[in-house]
């Protein structure tokens, strides 16, 4: 059986993991929507975590051809697109993120075809900044 979720180690520190990721996006006409700080989320509440953001991104292309139809509104919960860049107690930088192709099979037609595209997309950016 596939795996859900994936985990990847970046070849660089968090902060420029995250910018390089954020550049990569935008040169491939995909938009950051929000980053989640959630070491900042964690901090205001008196916890301790390492770095960790969710960036959430989207393709307007992508995200167009499931919003326009309400008869798939249903998986809009699906979208954005996200990924989680963390740092771990080794001082490492991951990038990790849900197999949205593997669920979206589960539902067929339209909504398999852009969750796959976009899933593909995504593993596009990522493979730039892995440790190889």
């Not at 697109?81 to 539902?107: P, W």
């Amino acid at each position: 059986m596939e795996k859900m979720f994936f985990e990847t180690k970046s070849a660089y520190d968090f902060d420029e993991t995250v910018s390089k990721l954020s550049d990569i996006i935008a040169i491939n006409g995909w938009k950051v929507t929000y980053i989640h700080d959630l070491q900042e989320t964690m901090k205001k509440n008196g916890k301790e975590v390492n770095p960790i953001k969710v960036v959430e991104l989207c393709n307007p292309n992508y995200a167009y051809s499931i919003l326009s139809d309400d008869t798939l509104r249903i998986y809009s919960n699906m979208l954005p697109c996200r990924f989680s860049v963390h740092k771990k107690a080794d001082g490492k930088t991951y990038v990790s993120r849900m197999n949205s192709a593997l669920m979206a099979e589960q539902i067929g037609g339209v909504v398999q075809e852009v969750m796959s595209n976009a899933f593909q997309d995504v593993e596009s950016f990522i493979d730039q900044i892995i440790e190889k």
